[in-house]
Structures are given as structure tokens and as C-alpha cells.
């Protein structure tokens, strides 16, 4: 094990106070195993509970634990890219605060990392405590999502990672607001390998990926990294022009030979009906295209960190302006 090194461990939250004692346990043991030192950064996601509060007094017995409040609610993704603009380790590993994803599995991508991956992927063979319907959308959506990107990002894949100081600081330069952070590790590149497991039924509380934030996670994944979707409405097009042909080709028979209908209201009719829905449906994807280019067009900082709780916000300060034309990733009040 090389000398000097330093873990970061980023645990994004919401609303855990639940959990949060047996998450900090479990994570506190499985680092001190290291025998190297680490930090465990929580980030605070404008959480209505105490799990704030439960961290504070939690950190009074273990320096390690640091944290990050956010002004109010910026979402999962902006959690996790506050914690690696923060995070001061040779490696950082992000793993939610729930316990779905058991901590005992970041040995495995320690020992990947020494054999020289820079990325370590943890990759699900088996979803414990979860619906059916929770199950078979999420395989459903990421074998859509691979099929609709030109990047590998690995399939049945979460947020639970290890990467190397050298990959964080090139994530760090990205400054997209509509973040999609696994796919975004996959885009930088880097050497990548997974590890695999089973995930765990949560241990309490409630998902924080409710049905509405399951599908503008699916959005923000397929709009950040293709297409597609542009070029299928020309598919579509075609498809529905066919389809509105036939149907017209059956209205002119019914018209000719039949009794059936009223003189013009068909033909004018299955027109409307499929032309205006196509076009409808046109309008739709275009506007969720254009909608990720005004909110890029802002410059708003990605969040907003009310407090921070044991972290160098000198560096952090500096580490959170973009490479990239002077666009400002965050805004602090200390």
C-alpha cells in the first residue's frame, strides 16, 4: 500500500437521520481497516430532519467526519459533485447514505484501485427489497441508455464508485447543470473495471428516488449523452406519415364503397389526429433540448453550501471555479 494515502468518502443525504448512525459506523469501521487515513465527507441536501444536527455531534468524537450543508435542496447528482469538489483524497469513493449498497464492498475497489484502475465501478448482479416495477424499469432504462449513447456506460450501474484523484480533477471541470455523474465518469475515460454485488433492501426510511426524480434521472441521462431522440422523431415521421397514408387509403374505401361515414370528417380527421401529435411530439423533444440549453445559459452556480464542518474552504473556494470561461460552480457563506 503506497505511503501518505488519503481516502474521501462522499455520502450525499436527504432526509436520513434514520440511518445515519449505523451508515457513519459501518463506513467509520470499514475505513479504519485501511489502516490509511481518510475522511468521511457527508453533504447535507437541504434535509428537513436532524441528520445535519446527528453529523455535528458525530464529528465532536471523530475528526473524520466532515460536512457540507447546502441552503436548500439541489438534488442528488449536485450532492455528490459538491463532495468532490471538496474532497481532498488520492481516491474518492461515493456511496449513498442509505446502506443499499453495502460499505464492506469498498475493499474490493481499494485492492482494484492498487492494481492501477482508476475507475472502480460497483455493478449490481441482484436487487434485494425492491418492486418489481422498481426493478424492471431500471433494467429496462439502462440497457435503453446504452443503446442510445456512444459511450460505454455500464449497465445496472449506480452512483457507488471509486476513482482516482486524476479522474476527479477532470470531472471537476465539468460544469453542466443537468448532471448525469455516472455517465459522466464513464465519458472522461480512464481505465475502468467493475465490482460486483448484491444490493441491499434500504435499512429505514424512505427512497429518495420517487417515481417524478426516477424519470428526470432517465431524462438527464439520455438527453446529457445523445441524440437519438432528434433522430428518432425522423423515424417516427415516417412511421406515423405511413401509417396516416393506410389509414387514409381505408377512410377513401369506407367513403366509396360503404354507407358508414360522414362525407369529409374521417379523411380530415385521422390527418389531424396523427400529423398533430407527431408534430407535438417533435415540439416535445426539441423543448427538453432547449431547455438543458437555457439553463446552461444562466450561469447560475451548480449549489449553494450554507456551512461546512471540518473541510479546507480555502481550497474548496478555489477548486470550485471552472476551467471553463469563468462559469462559478458554487456559492459559500462561512
Not at 262 to 280: A, C, K, Q, R
Request: aromatic content about 10%; hydrophobic content about 40%.
Amino acid at each position: 500500500m503506497r505511503e501518505g494515502v488519503q481516502y474521501s468518502v462522499i455520502i450525499p443525504m436527504y432526509n436520513e437521520e434514520a440511518v445515519i448512525e449505523e451508515t457513519y459506523r459501518r463506513l467509520a469501521q470499514v475505513m479504519r481497516e485501511t489502516g490509511e487515513r481518510h475522511e468521511l465527507i457527508f453533504v447535507n441536501d437541504g434535509s428537513r430532519d436532524r441528520c445535519a444536527e446527528q453529523i455535528r455531534s458525530i464529528s465532536e468524537r471523530d475528526s473524520n467526519v466532515k460536512l457540507i450543508e447546502f441552503s436548500r435542496n439541489f438534488g442528488h447528482q449536485i450532492a455528490i459533485t459538491a463532495g468532490m469538489d471538496y474532497a481532498e483524497g488520492d481516491a474518492v469513493i461515493i456511496i449513498d447514505a442509505d446502506l443499499q449498497d453495502p460499505p464492506e464492498i469498498i475493499h474490493e475497489m481499494i485492492a482494484k484501485w492498487q492494481e492501477g484502475y482508476e475507475v472502480i465501478y460497483a455493478q449490481r448482479v441482484q436487487r434485494n427489497g425492491e418492486t418489481w416495477f422498481k426493478k424492471i424499469s431500471a433494467a429496462c432504462f439502462y440497457r435503453i441508455l446504452k443503446l442510445s449513447t456512444d459511450i460505454d456506460i455500464p449497465v445496472d450501474t449506480g452512483d457507488f464508485r471509486l476513482m482516482d484523484r486524476k479522474v476527479v480533477s477532470q470531472m471537476k471541470r465539468i460544469t453542466e447543470n443537468n448532471r448525469y455523474v455516472r455517465g459522466l465518469v464513464s465519458w472522461v475515460g480512464f481505465s475502468q473495471t467493475a465490482v460486483y454485488y448484491v444490493r441491499d433492501e434500504r435499512l429505514a426510511g424512505e427512497t429518495k428516488y420517487p417515481l417524478k426524480r426516477m424519470l428526470k434521472l432517465c431524462m438527464d441521462g439520455i438527453l446529457s449523452f445523445s441524440y437519438k431522440p432528434l433522430k428518432l422523431a425522423v423515424y417516427a415521421g415516417a412511421l406515423l406519415s405511413g401509417s396516416g397514408f393506410i389509414y387514409l387509403m381505408y377512410v377513401l374505401f369506407m367513403t366509396l364503397f360503404t354507407d358508414s361515414t360522414s362525407p369529409g370528417w374521417p379523411s380530415i380527421m385521422s390527418v389531424n389526429l396523427i400529423f398533430n401529435g407527431f408534430i407535438l411530439l417533435i415540439l416535445g423533444i426539441l423543448g427538453e433540448y432547449v431547455g438543458r440549453i437555457y439553463d446552461e445559459s444562466k450561469g447560475r452556480p451548480l449549489y449553494i453550501v450554507r456551512d461546512t464542518l471540518g473541510l479546507n474552504t480555502e481550497q474548496s473556494a478555489r477548486s470550485a471555479h471552472s476551467a471553463h470561461s469563468g462559469s462559478t460552480r458554487e456559492i459559500v457563506y462561512d
